[in-house]
Every structure is written in C-alpha cells, then in structure tokens.
C-alpha cells in the first residue's frame, strides 16, 4: 500500500502469473520499431527481381526449345564455303570473264587490315568484343530511340543488330532464303538472337569478324570486304587507304543510300560518321583523321570484264561449263577456269575483224544518215543532247560521235557536234556511193558531197588528227582535194556501223589450242556467234577436201590414187538430175575454159570444172564420209554442187578441218578450256600442252603425260596429208591466195566465195598457227558485190591477223612428215609428164613413192600459170 498526496488511499495487488521463461520474458518487454517503407520497397523489388529472373530463364529456355530447333548449325570455320564467284582467264593470265549469284571472294582474317576491321567495330558495333553476341542495351537504346522518332512523326530508325546478329543474318540467308531470313517479326529477331549466341559458345570474336567480313553485303555487287574494295577502288584489300576503309564500314546499313559511285555526297557524310567514331574509340590520331576526312571520294564504275574483253569466247566457254557442270557450280562454286585463249591474239583478232569490217562496209556504199531533222527546234534539242554528252572537251581523234550537218557545198559539209563546230570534207566521204553489190568500188567513188548528206542530216562521224586520217582506203584518196580544206575547224570522216559480219578462228595446231575466236562484229548488239553457230557455205575453201579424198584414192575410186599431175579436161560439162527434172552446167569464175589442166593448176587457180569432176570420181557417197572423216559435222549436199562448196560448214569446223591439213593428216580435237580448278585449287579438267610457256611446269608434266595416251587419228596417209599441203602451198605462191605473201612467212591455204558472192572465206595456215575468216551477211539482203572474193574480202582480215599473232616467231617451210614415202620430182606443168632438163614449163612435184610418172616429155612446153588464176 502507498500514498499518494492528500487523496484516499489506492491498494495495489498483483495477480500471480504463470512463470514464462526468462528469454521470453524479455522479449515481451523490448518492443520492436516499425519497419520503413524503403526497406519494405526494396524487399519487394529483390522478390520481383527473383520472378521476372526466373520468368527471362523460363522464357529463355522456352525459346530456345520452341525457336531454336531447325535453325542451322553453326559453320566451322574451316569448312565455310559460301557461294563465291567463278573466274575465267586466259592462258597467259588475263581476266576473261566473271561469273556469279554473288560477287564474293573469301579472304583469310590475317588479310584483312586492322583499321578496316577498326572501323566496322566504331560504326557497327563499339561493344562487340564484350557482348555474348545480343547488345542488350544497345538493342534496347534502339528501340527507344525508334519509339521516340515514330511519336514524333519521322521514320528515322536505328538500328540494334550486333555484328554477330548480322553474321546470324546471313547464315540464315544463305540457308532459308533473302524473304524467309529477313521478314520484320518477333520470330525472325528471336532466332536470330539464338543463332547469335550459339556463334559466339562455339567461335572466337575473330573467327566471328572473319565470317562477317566475307559475307556482309556491301552493294555495287559486293559481297565482303574483298570483293567491295575491288569493285569500288579497283585495289585489294590490304592496299585500301583508311579513307577507303571508313567508306567501306559506313555502308552496311544503306548500300545504295550511301554509294560513293550514285550518291558521292552521302557517302562523304558516312564516311565522316564513321572517322569521328573511331577518332572517338582511339583507333585513329587526330592527324589521321584530318588527313582521311579531305580525302577525295572517287569510285570506280564495276568493271564488265565479260563484255570488255572477249565476250564471244567467253559466252562459249560460259555454255561448256553450263553443260558439263551445271549452272549453279558456274555461279556459285568457286571454279578457276584457264581458257586456251592468247590475250594478244585474240586482241589481233577483234581488230582485225572490226577493221576489215569498217573497210568492207564502206565498200558497199552509204545507207544514209541515222535522222534526218527538218525543224529548226528538232535541231536545237538534238544539239543540245549532244553537247550534254560530249561535254565541252576538244573532239578526240579516233573518236565516233553523232553530229549534224548544218551546210554542205560539193567540197564538204559543216557539221555541229554539240556545241563544236567541225568540218565533214569531201576526202572523208568519198566512198558514201549508194549501195550497188554490181559496181566496182574503185570506179565509184563519190566526187561531190552533195549528193551523201544534206542540211539537217545525223550521221556518224570519226574525229582525225590530219587530212591523211579522212581515209584508211588507199583508192578514195585524193592528195589534190587536201588543198580545199578550211583551216581551223576539227577534221571529220564518215562512218557507219557495219551491215555485213565476220567471224574469225584461229588454232594452235600442235597445242590443240583455240587461241583466238570472234564471232561478229558486236556481242552487245547481237550475241549470235557466227564462228560456232553460223552455218554458210565454204565456196572454193571446200576444194582441198575433195583434192585429198582423190589424192588417197578414196570412195569409188577404190585406192586408184589421183596425183599433183592428174590430168583433167576443163571443159563445158551438163549434169541431169532425172530425179529432181534439173540439168546444172557449172561454169568457172573466169567464165571460159582451158583444156587440159593438172589438178595441181586446177586447185591453185580455184577452177570449177575439174574439181567437179573429181567429186564425181570419188562419189557423192564417198565425199561424204570424208567431209565427216576430216570433222565436218553438217551433212552434204547428195549433188554434184556439194564440190564447189554448196554444202554449208561451221567456221570452227572447218578451221578444224585445216588444222588436221596442217597436221598432215592426223585429226586432234580442238580445246577451248586448257585448265579447270576448283575453289580448294583441286584439278578438275585439264588439257595443257607439254609446251605452254604461260602453264606450270606440273601442269606441263601432268598434261604432256596424258598426251602420250591421245595421239589423234590419222585420218589420211602422211603422204596425202603432206601432198595436200603443197597443193595449198602453192595457193598462196602463185594463185588465188597471193595477198597473202604479204605475211613474209611460209602459208598454205584456199580461198572461198560463193555464187553472187554471199560468202567469202579465206582459211589457211602456217606451220605453228591456222586461221579462218568469213566475211557476208547475216540474212543476205544482198550480195557483198561482184568483187568481193575471198581474196578480197576475207583475207585482208586473215593477213591482218596473222601479221599481229605471229609478229616475232619465225614460221619454218613445210617439210613432209618423218616415214612419209615420198618422192619429188620435175613435172611439165602442160602435160603431167617428166620434164626434160632445162624445161621452162616444168615445175617440182611431190608424189607418194609408186605414182609418179614414168614418161618424161619429149617437146619443151610452157604455160603462163597467170592465165589460170581466177576465184
């Protein structure tokens, strides 16, 4: 009991409690304090933390089961093969021909530079060696970055793929397809991401670049860094400047937006972009990019090797490898194809073609100016295109342009070529007769420039450099006309493009190499290749197989072999044909006859008569076989006419056929391709000569070995071969093939013009090389002309061949064969008997040993061989 002031008192009892323990007791009389509410927020957040981790490894784990399965496996990198490009080149090394899906050349990482891998890390990827293949954050700061441009009305994006997502990309690509591997869903980005991922468990950050520094696309037909510093700056890769390579990394995200070659502009800007953010990462100095950031931006066109070069050849060549391995190894395999063509030849050749074309066009006459525009405001807009395409430079001499002409007088015409005043003379047209196939050119020639072009006239012009360069025609010119040119303007010709068209073969006969081959005057304006394709018929170029056949007593001569000094009457003959109700009466080009002839004058004056009845004596049958014998494929004509060449032939064919002529008789299949490779440097197909300067000393051996199991089939005898060659021989020495002396080296050949003179052919050889051409029109609008024989139309374009393709290499005389049994002797050239000593008529023969003649001539004759010489 206690007090408590003056109050009543208060007793104070305590109730007996249940004993607790001692602990318990304490606990009960320290009270916690409240908790606050950061604690409890951050409690909540580590629980929401733990759910949402373990909901992402749900998540995760669900898509890599429900995306993940299917997708393709992650390439090893020594056994990654992408679709690359196949080559083509010439056997001495020259780039022929491309072909390609896409244009891709695989380089090793080592090869590539370091400033260039720098820079596609600065632009594309600043975290790529600390992320496991997805940037989340980067993803993430994209997307934002996206959400916030569409809010506010722009379609800016930015883009969140890591160099490895890109990677995945173009695996997926390549094994799904462009649509499938690109479309803009959830799907796409998640497997993607798994593919991401598994490339970097299974690769190296480098292994990683390399994959993607030889599959990203970098437009202008570039895939990889190779094959885009190749078509742009037209270098390799490790010779790239750092301006190049900052070009190079800036254009992954926009290939045609930012191409230096369309939008020069745009690519300078990406190019800074690029430059600031490796001066930003520490990848360049400041003087590095200052110097790399004045850099012009100057990028080279890609480069149409196909078409630029050879396209006539390597279109065959394309159709070989189609046909043997199919289009998709051509395309994307890899192949490295050595072709058996000789750049310098096959050079010769398309100028030998295109200039003997030019010459024979101009000889056809004029087929008038391309417009004609009557308006003065027609005029004007013409000018005006003009001057926007040849700019404001002075006219190159050599140069075609279109110009119209504004004046003409009878000495020439003034001619605008764009904005430039030129002057069109007289000397430069004299050859514009019209056209007329039964008028001698030399006797045509136009004496007043009115009558080629009037005012307001389009024609196309060449620029020369002096009065002497207005024609490259010896007969049109005209030294006193020089005089009437005015001084001061540019001096023009007139052309026109060809009409008619050309093909030219040329075989190495030893090397069973095609070392050059043209098939027209244009590929681009039509792909026709009348070489392989064209069948036209031979003419007189068809005479040496119908001599030969007789030479080895073939058909239904049974072995009665006809020799050099055969007897035959040149005489007017008729043949009837009950079965078809014709009668033929075949003529000479001369149009008269002479009486007994040897075969031997018979071929190399070309004479029609005895070469028919010699087809007659072999048979039709038996020609036949040995057209086909010798590699003619087309079927001949079962007539008489077949021995004037009616039937057509293919030029490589033939050419073939005369490369056997010239290999005495033994028949060789001809090679177009010498070397094939595969993209491991594996051997394919190979046909190398023993002897190619241009090949390797294993190819060499490898190719000079299995030459040893092919030696070809003789076709002939040795001495038929030999005595066939003598007879051709004697072509080019003295008869229709004369021009040909011109070369300065031994030849033998035929040349070949058929009626009206559609076709005209000039096919013969040396001892290391054969060539063929053949002159006419397409669809035969008209003849060539009354004098436009093979000599004359065609060989011009074999000698300006041959004069290029054997420049520096002797050619030896044709001597027989090692075992040939032969003998020579002393001919009268009148009778076909032994000469008596001191003979003016009497000319050396070869005969095989047992068909010589054994009656020599008892009176001296003589012949004028002159007489004879005529198509």
């Known amino acids: 009991m206690s007090k408590h002031g003056d109050g009543p008192e208060i007793e104070i009892t305590e109730e007996p409690a249940e004993p607790l323990p001692e602990g318990q007791a304490r606990l009960q009389l320290q009270k916690r304090p409240p908790r606050k509410w950061w604690v409890k927020l951050l409690l909540a957040g580590l629980f929401l933390v733990f759910l949402g981790g373990a909901g992402a490894v749900g998540a995760v784990a669900w898509a890599l089961k429900t995306y993940g399965d299917g997708l393709p496996s992650v390439p090893k990198v020594d056994e990654y093969f992408p679709p690359i490009l196949s080559e083509l080149y010439t056997d001495d090394q020259v780039l022929a021909a491309e072909f390609y899906n896409e244009r891709r050349k695989v380089v090793p990482y080592e090869r590539i530079p370091k400033r260039l891998v720098q820079a596609f890390i600065a632009s594309e990827d600043s975290s790529f060696f600390d992320h496991f293949g997805v940037d989340v954050l980067g993803t993430a700061r994209a997307a934002w970055y996206t959400a916030r441009k569409k809010l506010s009305g722009s379609s800016s994006t930015q883009g969140g793929s890591t160099l490895t997502q890109q990677t995945a990309k173009a695996i997926l690509i390549s094994r799904e397809g462009y649509k499938s591997a690109t479309e803009k869903t959830l799907k796409r980005k998640i497997r993607e991401a798994i593919l991401a991922w598994r490339l970097e468990q299974a690769l190296t950050k480098e292994e990683i670049l390399y994959l993607y520094l030889n599959n990203v696309y970098l437009g202008h037909h570039s895939y990889g860094v190779q094959s885009a510093a190749e078509n742009y700056f037209r270098k390799d890769v490790k010779d790239l400047s750092l301006a190049e390579m900052a070009l190079i990394a800036g254009l992954p995200q926009a290939p045609s937006r930012y191409s230096p070659f369309v939008r020069p502009e ?7 972009y690029v430059l ?4 930003e990462e520490g990848m360049v100095t400041r003087a590095e990019y200052d110097e790399a950031l004045r850099a012009e931006v100057k990028a080279f066109p890609v480069e149409d090797v196909f078409h630029g070069f050879a396209p006539y050849f390597a279109e065959e060549v394309r159709k070989h490898l189609v046909e043997r391995y199919g289009n998709p190894t051509l395309l994307d395999k890899g192949l490295k194809v050595f072709t058996t063509m000789d750049s310098e030849k096959q050079r010769a050749a398309q100028d030998a073609v295109m200039h003997g074309l030019l010459q024979l066009d101009k000889r056809q ?16 807009a013409f ?4 001057h926007a395409a040849v700019g404001e430079e002075p006219l190159q001499p050599g140069a075609v342009y279109a110009a119209l002409v504004t004046a003409v007088d009878a000495q020439g015409a003034k001619v605008a070529v764009g904005r430039k005043k030129a002057y069109l003379p007289l000397l430069g047209m004299r050859w514009a007769r019209k056209i007329n196939p039964e008028a001698y050119y030399p006797s045509s020639l136009v004496n007043d420039a009115r009558k080629v072009v009037a005012a307001g006239d389009v024609v196309m012009v060449r620029a020369v450099a002096e009065p002497k360069g207005l024609t490259d025609d010896r007969e049109s010119w005209d030294g006193k006309l020089e005089k009437s040119l005015p001084e001061g303007l540019p001096l023009l010709r007139l052309e026109q493009e060809p009409e008619p068209q050309s093909a030219l073969v040329s075989i190495d006969p030893h090397r069973q190499y095609l070392v050059a081959m043209v098939g027209g005057y244009d590929f681009d304006a039509n792909e026709f290749n009348r070489a392989f394709q064209a069948c036209r018929q031979p003419g007189s170029s068809f005479k040496p197989f119908v001599y030969s056949a007789a030479l080895e007593g073939w058909g239904k001569l049974e072995g009665e072999r006809r020799t050099e000094a055969t007897v035959i009457v040149d005489s007017p003959i008729v043949f009837d044909d009950p079965e078809n109700q014709v009668r033929w009466k075949p003529g000479n080009y001369s149009e008269d006859f002479v ?6 004058t018979a071929l190399v004056n070309s004479m029609n008569i005895p070469a028919v009845k010699t087809f007659n004596e072999v048979g039709t049958a038996g020609m036949a076989e040995w057209a086909k014998r010798l590699g003619l494929s087309t079927p001949l004509n079962p007539d008489l006419s077949a021995a004037l060449g ?7 064919e033939l050419t073939g056929a005369y490369a056997t002529f010239a290999r005495m008789g033994v028949k060789r299949p001809t090679w177009f391709v010498r070397k094939i490779e595969d993209r491991l440097g594996r051997r394919v197909e190979d046909h190398t000569a023993y002897d190619d300067p241009w090949a390797s000393l294993q190819d060499r051996v490898g190719g000079g070995y299995a030459r040893l199991f092919q030696p070809g089939a003789r076709v002939m005898s040795p001495e038929t071969g030999f005595i066939t060659v003598d007879l051709l021989r004697g072509v080019v020495q003295a008869g229709t093939g004369a021009p040909a002396l011109k070369l300065g080296k031994p030849a033998a050949g035929k040349t070949g013009t058929t009626n009206d003179a559609f076709d005209a052919w000039f096919a013969a050889f040396t001892k290391d090389l054969v060539a063929v051409t053949w002159v006419g029109y397409d669809l035969n609008p008209h003849p060539l002309g009354k004098y436009e024989t093979g000599g004359r139309a065609a060989l011009p374009i074999w000698l300006a061949y041959m004069q290029r393709a054997l420049e520096g290499r002797p050619q030896g005389e044709f001597k027989p064969p090692p075992g040939a049994d032969l003998i020579m002797k002393k001919i009268d050239t009148k009778t076909g008997k032994l000469a008596s000593d001191g003979s003016k008529g009497a000319s050396l023969m070869w005969f095989k040993k047992g068909t010589e003649p054994e009656e020599q001539q008892a009176e001296k004759g003589t012949v004028d061989s002159n007489q004879f010489m005529m198509e």
């Open 383 to 386: 000018l005006k295109k003009a």
């Open 365 to 380: 006459g004029f087929r008038g100016p391309v417009l004609q525009l009557a308006a003065d405001a027609e005029r004007e």
């Open 276 to 279: 600031r953010r490796m001066l």
């Open 595 to 600: 009486g007994d002839v040897l075969l031997r």
């Open 646 to 652: 009616s039937s057509c032939v293919y030029p490589f």
């Open 266 to 272: 745009a690519a300078k800007k990406r190019r800074a």
